[in-house]
């Protein structure tokens, strides 16, 4: 049987050791570093690792409002305090946390498209195809409100390359 050599480990598997080139040679195509494959990073703007300011994710497509959380209805999702304003939100978050996580890891929109990671205000948002969208503020989300399409476009692109920052 062959045995391969993989960072200095030996493999007897013909299968796995291809499995494991494949892997490895996916993550270099793709560009990304080996976490960002994993989990996004979520960017907490400071408070002691709290996402969105405090801010209930689910509220924005619930109530289609920014309201605030509370550190009774929090929990821990990709290294960060996501807080909610009510325990059903709070589970329905937890049953599918990648439709309420902000697009970018919640930094703000506009700027991811135009190459820079910049902080947010919970108050400029906007959803936009199911996907949660934060803004530096309400000015640039009036801005990012003419051309939301085109924006994603562009944000998507440079969103890996950001995240190697």
């Not at 993550?27 to 400071?46: C, E, M, N, Q, Y």
């Not at 821990?76 to 599918?96: Q, Y």
């Amino acid at each position: 049987m062959n045995t391969w050599a993989w960072f200095g480990r030996r493999i007897s598997s013909p299968l796995i050791a291809t499995l494991a080139v494949v892997v490895v040679a996916a993550s270099f195509a793709t560009g990304l570093p080996s976490d960002a494959l994993a989990k996004p990073r979520i960017k907490t703007l400071g408070l002691r690792g709290v996402a969105i300011k405090g801010y209930d994710p689910v509220a924005y497509f619930v109530k289609r409002a920014p309201v605030k959380g509370s550190k009774q209805f929090s929990l821990k999702h990709a290294g960060a305090e996501w807080r909610f304003s009510s325990a059903e939100n709070m589970a329905t978050f937890k049953a599918n946390p990648a439709k309420y996580t902000p697009a970018y890891g919640g930094y703000c929109a506009y700027g991811v498209a135009q190459g820079y990671l910049v902080k947010i205000e919970p108050h400029a948002w906007s959803i936009k195809n199911g996907r949660l969208y934060l803004n530096y503020d309400r000015s640039v989300q009036r801005r990012w409100s003419k051309k939301p399409s085109s924006y994603i476009v562009t944000a998507n692109k440079k969103w890996p390359r950001l995240l190697r920052k």
